[in-house]
C-alpha cells in the first residue's frame, strides 16, 4: 500500500461532461469510445486485496505485452469506428512510465514529437494512475491543441480505454 500510494497517490483530476444538441460552444467533443481487456493479465497490472488493505501489482511484463498486443486492440477499435491512424492529428496518451511511452512509439510507428504531450506529463508529474490521462489531455487543450487527437488509457486487469476526439 506504501509503494503504491508513493508511485501513484500524487495528483488529482477530474472532467465535466455536457451534452448540447447542436454542439457549439461545447470544447471538445467525443466522437467514438472503447475499451479492450485482455484476458488472464491479472498478474500483469492491478491490485491484490489482502487483510490490511489493497497491495498493487505491478509486472517488468508489460511492455512485452503491449508490444504483442497493442496494435491488434487498437487496430480493432479504429475498424470499428472508421477510423486510421494517419486520421488523428496528435496522440494523448497516458504515460504509464519511459519504457511504456517508448514501445508505444515503436509499436504504433510513432514519433516523440507525436506524444508530446503524454512526455511532458510525464516528466513533470510521473505517473498519477488514473489522473494522469487527464494530465496529459489538459495539458494539450492549455497548449492549443485542435483538430482530431486519439487518447489512450490503460489500466487493471490490463485494460485499454480509447476515446477519439475532435479539440
Known sequence: MFVSGALFGDGAAGVLLRNTKDGAGAGPRILAIGEWCWRETEHIMGWDIKDDGFGIVLSAELPSLMRKAL???????LDRNGFRLSDF???LFHPGGRKLIETMEEVLGLERKQLEHSWEVLRHFGN??????LFVLDRALNAGASGRYLLAAFGPGFSAYFVAADL
Open 89 to 91: 492529428n496528435g496522440f
Open 128 to 133: 498519477m494512475s488514473s489522473a494522469t490521462a
Open 71 to 77: 496494435a491488434p486492440a487498437l487496430q480493432d477499435f
